[in-house]
Nanobody, 113 residues
Framework: QVQLVESGGGLVQPGGSLRLSCAAS????????VGWYRQAPGKQRELVAT???????NYVDSVKGRFTISRDNAKNTAYLQMNSLKPEDTAVYYC???????WGQGTQVTVSS
């Protein structure tokens, strides 16, 4: 059972940047895929980005060119660098290690003037 702690969210103006962190417990981080998800009020949870064990990445079209997912296996931590933020990026952001973890508490990202 892997426990996840998301952090780094906050309030930012449109066009601003945030870096989210996902700290994982246990010893299996390096062999797990990591996904970042988000859920806006009244909407379903959406997969935003993934990173494989080999560093391969995938992004939902709406964030391509703006978000970057990365991982540091030595620190058991994954990151989501978010640039050029838009109001529609406002959501609670969650990380997930499919097959290994349950959902953490998430971190709130609010993009507003």
């Amino acid at each position: 059972q892997v426990q996840l702690v998301e952090s780094g969210g906050g309030l930012v103006q449109p066009g601003g940047s945030l870096r989210l962190s996902c700290a994982a417990s246990g010893s299996i981080f390096s062999i797990a895929v990591v996904g970042w998800y988000r859920q806006a009020p009244g909407k379903q949870r959406e997969l935003v980005a993934t990173i494989g064990t080999d560093g391969s990445t995938n992004y939902v079209d709406s964030v391509k060119g703006r978000f970057t997912i990365s991982r540091d296996n030595a620190k058991n931590t994954a990151y989501l660098q978010m640039n050029s933020l838009k109001p529609e990026d406002t959501a609670v952001y969650y990380c997930m290690l499919p097959g290994f973890s349950s959902w953490g508490q998430g971190t709130q990202v609010t993009v507003s003037s």
